[in-house]
């Protein structure tokens, strides 16, 4: 096409200015933001900014990015008591006068007692010393208790009635000492590890109004010498003066 006069070119002069105003006007930024035309980033192409700090090495997390990882507070979570608990703390009673003082003065005593199964209680006792040893009996149950100067004991069945001939010892005792008698020198005479363990009586068998007490793993006695066993359920034992002054 041909123009030839000064208003043609003015017209074609005011046509292309008017195409550049609208191509201006459709590249500005549309309602939502957006430029209008422009292609936006992938979101795997822009990852977040937390993402982004976390992958790459050598760039610390800032304070807004940092995750507190939840506590989860599980029963291997309990604090642990900073003190032991006392020993038989957790028993329903606990023994009282005599047995209670050496119970509770001796956690050791405690722990290998257990708790006590019973109150303490008075019994018709009788006990007899050895060479190497003593024999405790309570009415209550008729068991004779062979304590044991190795550090061990052990306890039968009083099975000798009244009217019962004693045995005549095999061997003859040392000048002073003598063979047990009645039931104690049945159980004696019977049981080997006994007459062995003990050896022979140092002096004649008497009775006395005494006290014992059970528990989960033993038995205390108490003989009116003031003395006091505890025998432990393993076979061992020991002695306590008793300094209870009630």
């Known amino acids: 096409m041909k123009f030839d006069s000064l208003s ?72 642990t008591p900073t003190t032991a608990p006392v020993a038989g703390a957790e028993c329903r009673s606990r023994p009282v006068r005599g047995f209670g003082k050496v119970y509770s003065e001796n956690p050791n005593v405690a722990r290998q007692l257990g708790c006590p199964l019973e109150p303490e209680k008075g019994v018709l006792s009788a006990e007899q010393f050895f060479q190497q040893g003593y024999m405790f009996w309570r009415s209550d149950t008729r068991q004779i208790y062979a304590i044991m100067s190795t550090g061990r004991w052990a ?27 009645r039931g104690f020198g049945k159980v004696w005479r019977e049981r080997k590890e006994v007459r062995d363990g003990l050896g022979w009586a140092t002096g004649p068998e008497r009775g006395f109004d005494g006290a014992v007490e059970s528990f989960d793993k033993g038995t205390m006695l108490w003989s009116d010498g003031r003395f006091i066993f505890a025998l432990f359920s393993d076979g061992t034992w020991l002695r306590f003066e008793d300094t209870f002054r009630g």
Do not use: N
């Open 155 to 181: 306890v039968y069945p009083d099975t000798w009635t009244e009217g019962e001939p004693t045995p005549v010892p095999t061997a003859t005792p040392p000048a002073g000492l003598a063979g047990p008698v």
């Open 8 to 79: 043609d070119r003015l017209l074609l002069l005011a046509a292309g200015v008017l195409l550049a105003i609208m191509v201006s006007a459709c590249q500005q930024a549309g309602p939502g933001g957006e430029r209008v035309g422009a292609v936006a980033p992938s979101p795997a192409q822009t990852p977040p900014a937390a993402l982004t700090a976390i992958l790459t090495p050598g760039v610390p997390l800032s304070p807004s990015l940092v995750v507190t990882p939840t506590v989860v507070v599980t029963r291997a979570a309990t604090v």
